[in-house]
């Protein structure tokens, strides 16, 4: 229904009310007017005849009688009679039904507007003595007649309005629709098309005299000279827009969508001899940032890191460099035909920015990243290329380490179809878990003999699956097990299969567990179960660590092994020299040895930072009575 139709209507259904209800009042006044009158006419009739009465010449019956028979002759009244002071009738004069004169009020007019019954009493005395009681009742045919005349007069008036009204809306209506179509409709249509085509002129106004449309008009007027000013400013605005839906909110980088769109454009354009690399980055404790800081703070951090990573990116690789914000806690930038050594080197400067960017979480600790690196080439899977980077990406974040975590193409475990992530790796470890198919393989140490003089040895947790020609290694597995949650079920296999072995040989063996996992009470739990078990079996048992978790997690750390220590296992730390905070706290932990990269023993011959890095810890090492190796 158009507005039009609507105000209208609206004021048709108002009048209509008021001219009901203005007929409800007049013939309600009507009928209050004419019970007054009958009421009224009563009182006096009985007053007087009943004075009348009282005079001792008419106090004969048969005058009384002839007095009686008058008032009742004058047809006013439906009843008159006379009653004796104890209430018995004397005398009375009744109008039998359909004796007087004819009614024309309808019976339901009657019923729907009744008149009260009119009744009046007087007494007749002589002196002080009562003679009896006139009682007159008003016979109101004569005004329910006339009350139905009024209510008629009245209803047709009110009715010849109320058509007069109707036929008045319809030309009403008609007229304003003409003219909204002539002045308004129109000319806004030729201005949506001025608007499309740049030119055109507007109809001319057909209707000055209404000052509304003539308002109207000169607002239309006024919008068409301003229409082809405005056409370039809403262009800018459009691509304003498209750049908008590419863009994060809160650090202004480019998001996912314009990042997998790129990715996928460099993959089909690209010929296969063009090869490039990405980089992903993860802020791993966004979640406890936004519980320790406001809203506010977090997303300045976040702009500001945009912008300094963004500026080395420029720098490294020039101003087409650009960086996208894939969700909340990952970001990543593509290296177009960058070749791999460079790609490496802008990826551990971006490692260097992003620490000394990192904000504190309190109690020393500092927010966490993890850095992947994988490599492309023109006509690549995309979701293979992005499979390869969440893989590297869990590599990294098992590792606990800040350095990239680099995985070329041709090291990365994607199925021909491109499939390889989590829901595939968790359907793959659920099974091995389910059917045991974890199996030990050992590796002997040249030049290292236990405590008991046997010949120490190195298990590797493999996963044999069913139907395959070659187990795997727990290098591929372990990183996407720790991000399902599950490197405490595999570490806990792998103790289970080298107590097993211990018992079957007479070596030594050394196991080694990832950091997730004794982050873990229920890992613990179990440790120290399978422990005591095999009692006799874990002196000749070594768990090796990463060093980076005797700095991340000292105190839970200690408290495993001090559950090892118990049951006589002997603890190892790896990648000592990569983490020199660990010098601070080795005497807490007393470990069986250390162990030094063979990438800084390689630079130690040319460096002397490496050489002197050495030094400092085979000197800690050798005061604290631990073996260096």
């Given at each position: 229904?158009?507005?039009?139709?609507?105000?209208?209507?609206?004021?048709?259904?108002?009048?209509?009310?008021?001219?009901?209800?203005?007929?409800?009042?007049?013939?309600?006044?009507?009928?209050?007017?004419?019970?007054?009158?009958?009421?009224?006419?009563?009182?006096?009739?009985?007053?007087?005849?009943?004075?009348?009465?009282?005079?001792?010449?008419?106090?004969?019956?048969?005058?009384?009688?002839?007095?009686?028979?008058?008032?009742?002759?004058?047809?006013?009244?439906?009843?008159?009679?006379?009653?004796?002071?104890?209430?018995?009738?004397?005398?009375?004069?009744?109008?039998?039904?359909?004796?007087?004169?004819?009614?024309?009020?309808?019976?339901?007019?009657?019923?729907?507007?009744?008149?009260?019954?009119?009744?009046?009493?007087?007494?007749?005395?002589?002196g002080w003595s009562q003679l009896?009681?006139?009682?007159?009742?008003?016979?109101?045919?004569?005004?329910?007649?006339?009350?139905?005349?009024?209510?008629?007069?009245?209803?047709?008036?009110?009715?010849?309005?109320?058509?007069?009204?109707?036929?008045?809306?319809?030309?009403?209506?008609?007229?304003?629709?003409?003219?909204?179509?002539?002045?308004?409709?129109?000319?806004?249509?030729?201005?949506?098309?001025?608007?499309?085509?740049?030119?055109?002129?507007?109809?001319?106004?057909?209707?000055?005299?209404?000052?509304?449309?003539?308002?109207?008009?000169?607002?239309?007027?006024?919008?068409?000279?301003?229409?082809?000013?405005?056409?370039?400013?809403?262009?800018?605005?459009?691509?304003?827009?498209?750049?908008?839906?590419?863009?994060?909110?809160?650090?202004?980088?480019?998001?996912?969508?314009?990042?997998?769109?790129?990715?996928?454009?460099?993959?089909?354009?690209?010929?296969?001899?063009?090869?490039?690399?990405?980089?992903?980055?993860?802020?791993?404790?966004?979640?406890?940032?936004?519980?320790?800081?406001?809203?506010?703070?977090?997303?300045?951090?976040?702009?500001?890191?945009?912008?300094?990573?963004?500026?080395v990116l420029r720098e490294r690789?020039?101003?087409?460099?650009?960086?996208?914000?894939?969700?909340?806690?990952?970001?990543?930038?593509?290296?177009?035909?960058?070749?791999?050594?460079?790609?490496?080197?802008?990826?551990?400067?971006?490692?260097?920015?992003?620490?000394?960017?990192?904000?504190?979480?309190?109690?020393?600790?500092?927010?966490?990243?993890?850095?992947?690196?994988?490599?492309?080439?023109?006509?690549?899977?995309?979701?293979?290329?992005?499979?390869?980077?969440?893989?590297?990406?869990?590599?990294?974040?098992?590792?606990?380490?800040?350095?990239?975590?680099?995985?070329?193409?041709?090291?990365?475990?994607?199925?021909?179809?491109?499939?390889?992530?989590?829901?595939?790796?968790?359907?793959?470890?659920?099974?091995?878990?389910?059917?045991?198919?974890?199996?030990?393989?050992?590796?002997?140490?040249?030049?290292?003999?236990?405590?008991?003089?046997?010949?120490?040895?190195?298990?590797?947790?493999?996963?044999?699956?069913?139907?395959?020609?070659?187990?795997?290694?727990?290098?591929?597995?372990?990183?996407?097990?720790?991000?399902?949650?599950?490197?405490?079920?595999?570490?806990?296999?792998?103790?289970?299969?080298?107590?097993?072995?211990?018992?079957?040989?007479?070596?030594?063996?050394?196991?080694?567990?990832?950091?997730?996992?004794?982050?873990?009470?229920?890992?613990?739990?179990?440790?120290?179960s399978l422990l005591s078990e095999?009692?006799?079996?874990?002196?000749?048992?070594?768990?090796?660590?990463?060093?980076?978790?005797?700095?991340?997690?000292?105190?839970?750390?200690?408290?495993?092994?001090?559950?090892?220590?118990?049951?006589?296992?002997?603890?190892?730390?790896?990648?000592?020299?990569?983490?020199?905070?660990?010098?601070?706290?080795?005497?807490?932990?007393?470990?069986?040895?250390?162990?030094?990269?063979?990438?800084?023993?390689?630079?130690?011959?040319?460096?002397?930072?490496?050489?002197?890095?050495?030094?400092?810890?085979?000197?800690?090492?050798?005061?604290?009575?631990?073996?260096?190796?």
């Open positions: 229904m158009s507005l039009l139709r609507q105000l209208l209507l609206s004021v048709t259904l108002a009048i209509a009310v008021i001219l009901a209800g203005a007929t409800w009042f007049s013939i309600s006044s009507a009928r209050q007017y004419l019970d007054t009158q009958l009421q009224a006419q009563s009182d006096s009739s009985a007053t007087s005849l009943a004075l009348t009465l009282s005079q001792s010449s008419n106090q004969d019956e048969t005058m009384r009688e002839l007095l009686l028979s008058a008032m009742f002759d004058s047809s006013q009244f439906q009843v008159v009679e006379f009653l004796d002071p104890e209430g018995r009738v004397v005398v009375r004069r009744e109008l039998a039904e359909g004796q007087g004169d004819a009614v024309q009020a309808p019976a339901w007019f009657s019923r729907l507007l009744p008149l009260d019954r009119h009744e009046a009493r007087r007494q007749v005395s002589n009896g009681v006139v009682r007159l009742v008003a016979y109101d045919a004569y005004a329910r007649d006339a009350l139905w005349d009024s209510t008629t007069r009245i209803g047709l008036l009110t009715v010849g309005a109320g058509l007069l009204w109707g036929l008045f809306v319809l030309v009403l209506m008609r007229w304003l629709r003409r003219a909204l179509q002539d002045d308004v409709m129109s000319r806004v249509q030729a201005l949506a098309l001025a608007g499309d085509r740049g030119t055109g002129p507007l109809p001319p106004v057909r209707h000055p005299a209404m000052l509304e449309l003539r308002e109207i008009s000169q607002i239309i007027d006024s919008t068409h000279q301003r229409v082809q000013a405005s056409a370039i400013e809403h262009m800018a605005q459009i691509e304003s827009l498209e750049l908008e839906l590419h863009r994060d909110q809160v650090t202004g980088l480019a998001n996912r969508k314009y990042f997998i769109n790129e990715l996928r454009r460099l993959l089909e354009h690209h010929s296969v001899s063009d090869m490039g690399h990405v980089m992903l980055f993860r802020q791993c404790d966004l979640q406890a940032i936004n519980q320790t800081l406001s809203r506010q703070i977090v997303d300045e951090w976040l702009r500001k890191l945009g912008q300094v990573v963004q500026e690789l020039g101003e087409q460099a650009w960086l996208a914000r894939l969700n909340g806690s990952d970001f990543a930038f593509i290296m177009p035909l960058v070749p791999g050594p460079t790609a490496v080197r802008v990826a551990q400067v971006i490692g260097e920015t992003l620490q000394a960017q990192r904000l504190s979480l309190g109690q020393a600790d500092m927010c966490r990243w993890r850095l992947a690196l994988t490599d492309y080439k023109g006509g690549d899977d995309l979701s293979a290329v992005l499979v390869r980077l969440d893989e590297a990406l869990m590599r990294a974040e098992s590792a606990g380490y800040v350095e990239v975590e680099y995985l070329p193409s041709d090291l990365s475990r994607v199925d021909a179809d491109g499939q390889g992530g989590e829901q595939a790796w968790r359907q793959l470890l659920t099974a091995a878990l389910e059917n045991q198919w974890f199996v030990l393989t050992t590796q002997p140490e040249t030049s290292v003999v236990g405590a008991s003089g046997t010949q120490r040895v190195t298990g590797l947790l493999n996963l044999q699956e069913a139907g395959a020609a070659e187990p795997m290694s727990g290098y591929l597995f372990m990183p996407p097990a720790v991000r399902l949650g599950l490197s405490d079920s595999c570490d806990a296999q792998a103790l289970m299969l080298g107590l097993e072995w211990l018992g079957a040989h007479t070596g030594e063996l050394t196991l080694r567990v990832s950091l997730a996992s004794i982050l873990q009470e229920s890992f613990r739990g179990q440790v120290a095999a009692a006799g079996r874990g002196s000749r048992l070594i768990i090796e660590l990463d060093s980076f978790c005797l700095v991340a997690h000292r105190d839970l750390l200690l408290a495993f092994a001090h559950m090892l220590y118990e049951h006589g296992v002997r603890l190892g730390l790896r990648r000592f020299a990569e983490q020199p905070e660990a010098l601070l706290y080795l005497h807490e932990l007393q470990p069986e040895y250390v162990r030094v990269s063979e990438a800084l023993l390689t630079a130690s011959k040319d460096s002397p930072g490496a050489r002197q890095l050495i030094a400092a810890v085979q000197g800690t090492a050798r005061e604290l009575g631990v073996l260096v190796g």
